[in-house]
């Protein structure tokens, strides 16, 4: 495997890894009463957005993989507060 195909396989598993992640904290939070707030209702859509965009850029990795940190770039500043809440 080449020095490219190992650091995209890595960066795959990052992004994947943090998809997981979010995944595990949006279903401790999920099923709350907070999810339908005035407040926190579109933090959650932010997190359920950024957890899309973690999935577009795993799949990114392997073609465009500036396009695909870009994109991981703004899903995790869409899922910033809930790493700030924990």
Known sequence: ???FQ????????A?????VV???????FGAS???GGRL???LFKMADLGSVL?????????FPRRTAATITQAATLLCFHFACTS
């Open 1 to 3: 495997m080449g020095k």
């Open 6 to 13: 190992k650091e995209k396989m890595l960066q795959a598993i």
């Open 15 to 19: 992004y994947l890894t943090c998809t």
């Open 22 to 28: 979010l995944w595990v904290y949006l279903d401790d």
């Open 33 to 35: 009463e907070f999810s």
């Open 40 to 42: 926190t209702g579109p």
């Open 54 to 62: 973690f999935l577009l850029a795993l799949l990114l990795t392997f």
